[in-house]
Nanobody, 117 residues
Framework: QVQLVESGGGLVQPGGSLRLSCAAS????????MGWYRQTPGKERELVAA???????NYADSVKGRFTISRDNAKRSVYLQMNSLKPEDTAVYYC????WGTGRHYWGQGTQVTVSS
């Protein structure tokens, strides 16, 4: 089993910044892809950004140039630096890990990000 614990969410004004963190524990197999997704009420969960064990990244068009995903393999952690936040970034943000070749994936419990004045 793999456990993911997110932190760093909160309330921020438009134009502000937040940094989300996600730490994995348990049987974390490599290589893997770690990513951040977000969800608002009534909508499907959507990919925000993902990063492979080797550092290859992928971003949703809506966050390119504003968000940066990074990871520390030694700490089994992934981070999301969010700058120039907009009200439409308000959502519950979830961390996910996909160990390659296992057919499994794991989710964190989610952390609320609210962008409002």
């Amino acid at each position: 089993q793999v456990q993911l614990v997110e932190s760093g969410g909160g309330l921020v004004q438009p134009g502000g910044s937040l940094r989300l963190s996600c730490a994995a524990s348990g049987s974390v197999f490599s290589p893997n892809t770690m990513g951040w997704y977000r969800q608002t009420p009534g909508k499907e969960r959507e990919l925000v950004a993902a990063i492979t064990s080797g550092g290859t990244t992928n971003y949703a068009d809506s966050v390119k140039g504003r968000f940066t995903i990074s990871r520390d393999n030694a700490k089994r952690s992934v981070y999301l630096q969010m700058n120039s936040l907009k009200p439409e970034d308000t959502a519950v943000y979830y961390c996910k890990i996909d160990p390659w070749g296992t057919g499994r994936h794991y989710w964190g419990q989610g952390t609320q990000v609210t962008v409002s004045s």
